[in-house]
């Protein structure tokens, strides 16, 4: 069964930085994309950066040039480390991923739990 753990949130001030990390486990064949999404109270779930297996990556237009997206594919771990944090990033975030696992290699996309960011002015 896949999993995908995140952690690395917590408290900080504005201006500071925090990394998030997400680990997916299971039968895993290939990861093809991974995704960092962002829900603040009140709001919807919005991607906010994304990575393909081959590093190209992308990122939504408020955390362009603050955040910066990675991945280690042996590992299966997405990172996000991000810096010039605001309180307006305050939010929970979720790692998803677009694998393929099992024996069959079925497609399919998955999320985690979710972390809490929390960003103090």
């Known amino acids: 069964q896949v999993q995908l753990v995140e952690s690395g949130g917590g408290l900080v001030q504005a201006g500071g930085s925090l990394r998030l990390s997400c680990a997916a486990s299971g039968n895993i064949v290939s990861i093809r994309f991974m995704a960092w999404y962002r829900q603040a109270p009140g709001r919807q779930r919005e991607v906010i950066a994304g990575?393909?297996?081959?590093?190209?990556?992308d990122y939504t237009q408020s955390v362009k040039g603050r955040f910066t997206i990675s991945r280690d594919n042996a590992k299966n771990t997405v990172y996000l480390q991000m810096n010039a944090l605001k309180p307006e990033d305050t939010a929970v975030y979720f790692c998803?991923?677009?694998?393929?696992?099992?024996?069959?290699?079925?497609?399919?996309?998955?999320w985690g739990q979710g972390t809490q960011v929390t960003v103090s002015s």
């Open positions: 998803n991923a677009e694998l393929r696992s099992g024996p069959d290699a079925r497609n399919g996309n998955y």
């Open positions: 990575i393909f297996s081959d590093g190209m990556s």
